[in-house]
């Protein structure tokens, strides 16, 4: 991997998914040593919500975001809002997420993921809460939430959509996030909206435990490597690494207010 300096924030982590303290601190240590100085580990389920929580209270490099993924959608109540309105008041909370649409694999149906897109996109409103959004195969979807909501501030997490659809993410003001799947042979689409997409609207990400990027594909996903996604987007940009370093953190603390 390539010069340290500057450090770089993993946007979108689920540490919870490498189970006990001692593993996630062994992951947290690694993250470190490559200059990932900063982990935002991201809820799917309100017991993950918790998890993150709770892991951002016993480590300083950790914030997190709470909420429900659409996956989980059909196991939201009026219970689940209440509590997750509760962790979203806790320290280091800086996000709700991650919430959308999957029309891909529809764990849920539908109606139910837009119902419960839109409750969370309210409570963000409540408390004041930039948006992580899961977007599957659900751009209009998504868009037509966002807007009739009046979501203000957020970031495409994982974005895999096309150039005309990262315009128009771009016009809302949202921020475009680009994970492992950059650094892939085939990455032709993704690797265009790189290049496209203005550094100040640039964030980087692993959504570890999954999707490793190249050269360590196989292997488990981890925010240490999400170095490799920052050394891609410099070299698709024709710029030093250390130019994305430096307007990526900018862009974690204007949308996340993490100094
Ligand atoms: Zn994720």
């Known amino acids: 991997m390539g010069k340290k300096k500057g450090g770089l924030t993993d946007s979108h982590a689920h540490l919870d998914f490498f189970g006990s303290d001692s593993k996630i601190e062994k992951v947290l240590a690694r993250a470190v040593e490559n200059?990932?100085?900063?982990i935002i580990t991201i809820a799917d389920s309100l017991e993950s919500s918790y998890r993150a929580v709770e892991l951002a209270q016993k480590h300083s490099e950790v914030y997190a975001a709470v909420g429900v993924h659409p996956h989980n959608a059909s196991d939201v109540n009026p219970e689940?809002?209440?509590?997750?309105?509760?962790?979203?008041?806790?320290?280091?909370?800086?996000?709700?997420?991650?919430?959308?649409?999957?029309?891909?694999?529809?764990?849920?149906?539908?109606?139910?993921?837009?119902?419960?897109?839109?409750?969370?996109?309210?409570l963000a409103?409540?408390?004041?809460?930039?948006?992580?959004v899961h977007d599957r195969d659900a751009d209009a979807d998504v868009m037509g939430a966002l807007i009739k909501h009046g979501t203000k501030k957020g970031v495409f997490h994982c974005f895999s959509g096309d150039l005309a659809f990262a315009e128009k993410v771009l016009a809302m003001n949202f921020y475009i996030s680009i994970a492992g799947t950059v650094t892939?042979?085939?990455a032709g689409v993704?690797?265009?909206?790189?290049?496209?997409?203005?550094?100040?609207?640039?964030?980087?990400?692993?959504?570890?435990?999954?999707l490793t990027p190249h050269p360590y594909r196989g292997r488990k996903n981890e925010p240490a490597y999400v170095r490799l996604v920052a050394e891609k987007i410099a070299e698709l940009k024709e710029i030093d690494v250390s130019a994305v370093e430096a307007s990526t953190q900018e862009n974690i603390?204007?949308?996340f207010g993490i100094a």
């Open 35 to 38: 200059d990932v100085t900063r």
């Open 184 to 186: 892939f042979k085939n």
């Open 80 to 122: 689940t809002l209440k509590e997750l309105e509760r962790l979203a008041k806790e320290p280091k909370v800086v996000a709700i997420g991650e919430i959308g649409l999957d029309y891909h694999k529809n764990h849920s149906p539908h109606l139910v993921q837009q119902k419960v897109f839109e409750q969370q996109l309210e």
């Open 125 to 132: 409103k409540k408390v004041k809460l930039p948006v992580i």
């Open 253 to 255: 603390r204007l949308l």
């Open 190 to 210: 993704l690797a265009g909206i790189a290049k496209f997409v203005p550094l100040t609207k640039l964030l980087v990400e692993t959504d570890s435990p999954y």
